[in-house]
């Protein structure tokens, strides 16, 4: 049955950002409604997650479920390099010896789930399969939305105080406000796909996401271990290079890239490929704000860095958890204006650029090994931004000190 009472606040998508900012908003006695176009459990990739997030976790409650669930357990990386030299592993609690410093390996059909689940017991009006066809304004203020129940055809307006838009790179908002800005130093593409009984390692180090570039540095292999022994297997290079003057079958063009790593090619032999291939291209982008009068934008709707650091799932959930605080204190003081709902975007740009320089560096090049070897006190920031502790002002010494040494290499590329 529909309810008739509008809510204080209504959630365009059910993924990360959406049903954390929705979860967080019911705890403290909103009323939301979250519309999602799809039926859960649906694909989505984006599998790896990295320890910061577990403090959004504790937070809204999903920990428990987390700490209970057949996910692999992530507590390391390694780094393969485009000859097949394995690096040690990378264990988190090396660095930090605490609970947090342990992760999951996801399949997002089942972890959005769990996500959404926790939304419904938190206290959300969840509706799937209802497509929100446009926000509504009245002059600069977002008012609600209208809705099509997609099993029905019916279309109704819902109106709300706020309305926040985690509905993914294919933003309500984004581009009918004409937000979206590319990242053209980030033209990068993707191609991925699932195989079973792929190789991976023994003991602690079986969970561990493993970055391997391909024969010249031409691009990267992401290799994510996920429960019932599949393992997900992606390629990632610039666009034109994946993409130009090549042939258009994804298998073709993904066994092509195969035969130039030959870090992948051996752990992928004898394997069983389980699943379609898929593609993503040019995703690295950014809108120009976060916030307006009565509407919010969260995760993938506000913006997209890269795959390398697998830092997607982390800046979902931050966001909406720093954007559920600002609608909190907008609902509570009446101040729907940009002002109060966009109050957390400075820290959480600063975060995400913080991120990006990481990106960037890697792209271009860089050796953290030796920058390390440089600047030894740059050994344990580097660590915690790897692991998504973004968001504090000191790193920025750690990383102009990235940026002096990216300006002393040559200006050639190493991953062109």
């Excluded at 029905?152 to 109106?159: L, M, P």
């Excluded at 581009?175 to 003991?203: C, I, M, P, S």
């Excluded at 130039?260 to 898929?278: H, L, S, T, Y």
Aim: charged share 25%.
């Amino acid at each position: 049955m529909i309810q008739t009472v509008d809510p204080d606040v209504i959630v365009i998508g059910g993924g990360p950002a959406g049903s954390t900012a929705a979860t967080l908003l019911a705890q403290v006695g909103h009323r939301v409604h979250l519309f999602e176009r799809e039926t859960f459990p649906r694909f989505h990739i984006g599998e790896s997650l990295i320890p910061c997030t577990y403090e959004v976790f504790a937070r809204t409650g999903l920990l428990a479920r987390l700490k209970d669930s057949h996910f692999v357990k992530k507590y390391s990386v390694q780094f393969v390099s485009d000859t097949g030299k394995v690096s040690a592993p990378f264990f988190f609690t090396q660095y930090k010896p605490v609970e947090s410093s342990q992760t999951w390996q996801v399949r997002r059909a089942d972890f959005d789930l769990m996500l959404l689940d926790h939304a419904k017991e938190s206290g959300v009006q969840v509706f799937e399969k209802h497509r929100v066809l446009e926000a509504l304004f009245e002059g600069d203020q977002c008012v609600g939305v209208r809705v099509q129940n997609e099993t029905t055809g019916e279309e109704r307006t819902v109106r709300a105080k706020v309305v926040i838009d985690g509905s993914g790179q294919s933003s309500v908002l984004i581009d009918r406000l004409k937000l979206r800005q590319w990242d053209e130093e980030l033209k990068k593409a993707a191609v991925w796909t699932y195989f079973k009984n792929a190789w991976r390692d023994d003991g602690e180090n079986g969970g561990a996401t493993s970055v391997i570039q391909t024969e010249g540095k031409r691009g990267w292999f992401w290799y994510i271990p996920l429960h019932d022994n599949i393992t997900s297997v992606g390629v990632v290079s610039d666009y034109t290079h994946l993409f130009k003057n090549r042939t258009k079958d994804l298998g073709e063009l993904f066994a092509e890239e195969v035969d130039r790593c030959p870090g992948v090619k051996a752990r992928i032999e004898g394997a069983e490929r389980c699943d379609q291939f898929r593609a993503a291209k040019e995703y690295s982008y950014r809108a120009k704000q976060a916030a307006g009068n009565g509407w919010v934008l969260v995760g993938d709707a506000y913006g997209f860095l890269d795959p390398l650091y697998s830092s997607g799932v982390l800046l979902a959930v931050k966001s909406g958890s720093l954007a559920a605080d600002a609608v909190h204190q907008g609902l509570t003081t009446g101040d729907l204006t940009q002002t109060t709902l966009g109050a957390w975007e400075p820290e959480y740009v600063l975060g995400m650029e913080r991120m990006r320089k990481l990106v960037v560096a890697y792209y271009k090049g860089m050796n953290f090994g030796k920058l390390i070897m440089k600047h030894p006190e740059t050994k344990n920031d580097i660590t915690d931004l790897l692991m998504g502790d973004l968001f504090r002002a000191e790193l920025d010494i750690t990383l102009e000190k990235v940026d002096a040494m990216l300006q002393e290499m040559p200006e050639q590329p190493a991953m062109a």
